[in-house]
């Protein structure tokens, strides 16, 4: 099993242009998270998808923040226009539900997208 | 939300074991504590969880306090690649929100060759 496979691997974009990070998850897994980590914040959830519906989506930080995910092998998180106060790692995430519920499902991450914006 | 508080950061020797704490005295009955480790530059790894008994596996054991107020991950002979931040986490498995998994800011092992 490859694991979750986040691309690309390092981004670095001016201020105002489009960013698009792109997730693979398990395959097999039922649930994608998205999470930002930076120094200040630690690690926070932006969104998360059940069946590839999105279920709570309270930690995207503004409107300029969306994702999708057409199918269960594949997600976006897009930034458009991004901002240098969006640098971060972003980290994509998938777990197993068991029922319809993932509660003790252990997470499992990908390495990451180190984005700067400047 | 139940909150966790651990040392920011410790020290071990390498091949000696490792005593990593976690406070977690707002506890709800249907919290169940997991542990997470982060090596540098990679994402966060699962290692454990537990709800009231001691758990083991490949990776660690899970000391849980019989109030359940504290925990102790346990590492039992440290080596350089267990270098890493470690995070204490509650999920109640009761409640709608237990995906938006609290990391805080954890405890920065370092292991000394």
């Known amino acids: 099993d490859a694991g979750v496979i986040q691309s690309p691997r390092h981004e670095v974009t001016e201020m105002g242009q489009e960013v698009t990070l792109r997730c693979k998850p398990i395959s097999g897994h039922d649930y994608l998270f998205w999470y930002r980590q930076t120094m200040m914040r630690g690690l926070e959830l932006l969104i998360y998808?059940?069946?590839?519906?999105?279920?709570?989506d309270s930690g995207m930080p503004e409107d300029r923040f969306s994702a999708k995910m057409p199918n269960a092998s594949f997600s976006t998180l897009k930034i458009q226009p991004s901002e240098p106060r969006d640098s971060a790692v972003y980290f994509c995430?998938?777990?197993?539900?068991?029922?319809?519920?993932?509660?003790?499902?252990?997470?499992?991450f990908g390495n990451g997208t180190r984005l700067t914006v400047t | 939300d139940a909150k966790t508080t651990q040392p920011n950061s410790m020290e071990s020797n390498e091949e000696e074991p490792v005593h990593l704490p976690c406070n977690h005295s707002?506890?709800?009955?249907?919290?169940?504590i997991h542990w997470y480790r982060q090596l540098p530059s990679q994402g966060p790894e699962y290692v454990i969880h537990?709800?009231?008994s001691n758990v083991n596996n490949r990776m660690a054991s899970l000391a849980i306090a019989e109030d359940r107020k504290s925990s102790t991950l346990i590492l039992h002979r440290a080596t350089l690649r267990d270098a890493a931040v470690y995070y204490c986490?509650?999920?109640?498995?009761?409640?709608?929100?237990?995906?938006?998994?609290?990391f805080g800011t954890g405890t920065r092992l370092t292991v000394i060759p």
């Open positions: 707002t506890i709800s009955g249907t919290d169940y």
């Open positions: 998808f059940n069946n590839n519906v999105p279920i709570d």
């Open positions: 537990g709800l009231t």
């Open positions: 986490i509650l999920r109640d498995v009761y409640r709608s929100g237990a995906n938006n998994l609290f």
């Open positions: 995430a998938s777990s197993l539900g068991t029922g319809g519920r993932s509660y003790n499902s252990p997470l499992h």
